[in-house]
């Protein structure tokens, strides 16, 4: 079936450091892939998505490539700020009518 | 604000016990699931549910069990509470599927600890 591995966390780093969050998949088919972030406090929210090969998903910095080549979706983001301080998950979607699979988030933390 | 509401926020009970949880989706939004969240576990999916069907299973016990109802409004019961059943409980709704969007709207949870 359908997985998703995240890196280990927690991560922690200063304010404008350059932040890499791995994820690897594994899937059959062609999923879609997505990062889902989580404030304290509150639900998820999507933060960014790709749908197929080579394309790459941003928003608010962050950026992810999707790599078939290496069933990779690495989330990054050139300067992190205290604000970016959240859980992080990835998650893939099988096909149109498929359920998310989420990794097991990954808790970034800021210091200013 | 996401627009999914779930209520109550915060459940404490006792083992043995049934709770049930109740989430509102988006307006418009046909589809319903329930996640689990614990510190071990990570994000679980339970159930989901599209404009009142069952449409998928995931890891969910056979004491647990849940609806959707005419009105959209889905409710998850929890029965013969143990100990490990402690955890956020998420629901989410999208308009369809989910599938390739991948939008999910996630309301902010409901806590259970059982004691």
């Known amino acids: 079936g359908n997985s998703v591995t995240q890196m280990e966390g927690p991560v922690t780093l200063s304010e404008e450091a350059f932040l890499t969050i791995n994820c690897t998949y594994t899937?059959?088919?062609?999923?879609?892939l997505f990062w889902y972030v989580q404030y304290p406090g509150e639900g998820l929210q999507l933060l960014l998505k790709a749908t197929k090969a080579d394309d790459k998903g941003s928003n608010k910095g962050f950026e992810a490539t999707y790599r078939k080549e290496t069933t990779s979706f690495h989330l990054e983001k050139g300067s992190v700020q205290v604000s970016d301080s959240a859980v992080y998950f990835c998650a893939l979607s099988g096909g149109a009518n498929s359920k998310l699979t989420f990794g097991k988030g990954i808790t970034l933390s800021v210091r200013p | 604000d996401s627009g999914v509401t779930q209520t109550p926020k915060h459940l404490i009970t006792a083992t043995g016990q049934r709770v049930t949880l109740r989430c509102s989706p988006r307006?418009?939004?046909?589809?319903v699931y329930w996640y689990q969240q614990s510190l071990d576990q990570g994000l679980q999916f339970l159930i989901q549910y599209y404009n009142g069907e069952e449409r998928a299973k995931g890891n969910i016990l056979e004491r647990f069990s849940a609806q959707q109802f005419p009105d959209l409004h889905s409710e998850l019961n929890l029965s013969s509470l143990e100990l490990g059943d402690s955890a956020l409980y998420f629901c989410?709704?999208?308009?369809?599927?989910?599938?390739?969007?991948?939008?999910?709207?996630f309301g902010e949870g409901s806590r259970l600890t059982v004691l």
């Open positions: 989410a709704s999208s308009v369809s599927g989910g599938g390739y969007t991948g939008e999910l709207f």
């Open positions: 899937a059959t088919g062609y999923p879609s």
């Open positions: 307006s418009g939004d046909l589809s």
